[in-house]
């Protein structure tokens, strides 16, 4: 019954995704752009520079309450410009309030309701699960390769990401140490970087 009731979010989120988008709706992008505090300095001219329709997620955690806000609404008019979708890491309240497009951030942290679009984070298979049950409508798989973000964690590989990527019906975006080259090796449509697309 569970697998069911995934395979039916799966299936309307689908159709939310791949098709034209209507207000509040959104094709989901393949190519995704992360902010830091290391590259916030280049993030206009990365968006910029992104095919239009692309994905931007915000986070920007160094940042204090006030000018994290100020920040964000700057960066979310210029993605705007180019009709990139835009996610804030942050509670779906502060992300309504904001007018982000989506939220970003561990299973646990997604909205119940479908009325923004939902990225999980994973780094393995129970994470995977959980975000199937949260009705993620997308996961963000990390990380793939060696990271500046998390030097010292283990990276999954390009088989064992496949492995798992594939064993889940929600899209799934690779992150961490992500290039365009190395996207290409990996043969996966979707992914997301910080260093590699700023």
């Known amino acids: 019954m569970a697998a ?21 709706q959104w094709a989901l992008p393949d190519l995704w752009l992360l902010s830091d505090a290391r590259n916030d300095a280049v993030l206009e001219g990365a968006l910029a520079c992104l095919p239009r329709g692309s994905g931007f997620v915000f986070r920007h955690y ?13 960066l979310r008019d210029a993605a705007r410009k180019r009709d990139h979708v835009v996610v804030l890491s942050g ?31 994973a780094h393995d298979w129970k994470e995977i699960v959980a975000a199937e049950r949260a009705g993620a409508d997308a996961i963000l798989l990390s990380p793939v390769f ?3 973000s998390h ?23 690779a992150l961490g140490g992500m290039t365009h080259a190395r996207a290409k090796r990996l043969g996966w449509p979707r992914w997301a970087a910080i260093d590699g697309l700023s």
């Open 4 to 24: 069911l009731s995934i395979a039916r979010r799966y299936s309307a989120g689908v159709a939310k995704l791949q098709t034209s988008p209507e207000p509040g």
């Open 151 to 173: 030097p010292d964690a283990k990276p999954l590989g390009p088989v064992r990401f496949r492995l798992l990527a594939r064993k889940t019906q929600v899209p799934v975006i």
């Open 62 to 74: 160094h940042l204090d309450p006030g000018a994290r806000q100020e920040r964000f609404e700057a």
């Open 91 to 121: 509670s779906p309240v502060l992300a309504r309030k904001w007018r982000a497009d989506g939220v970003y951030g561990p299973a646990g942290a997604m909205p119940r309701d479908d009325s923004l679009l939902k990225i999980a984070t």
């Open 146 to 148: 060696s990271t500046a």
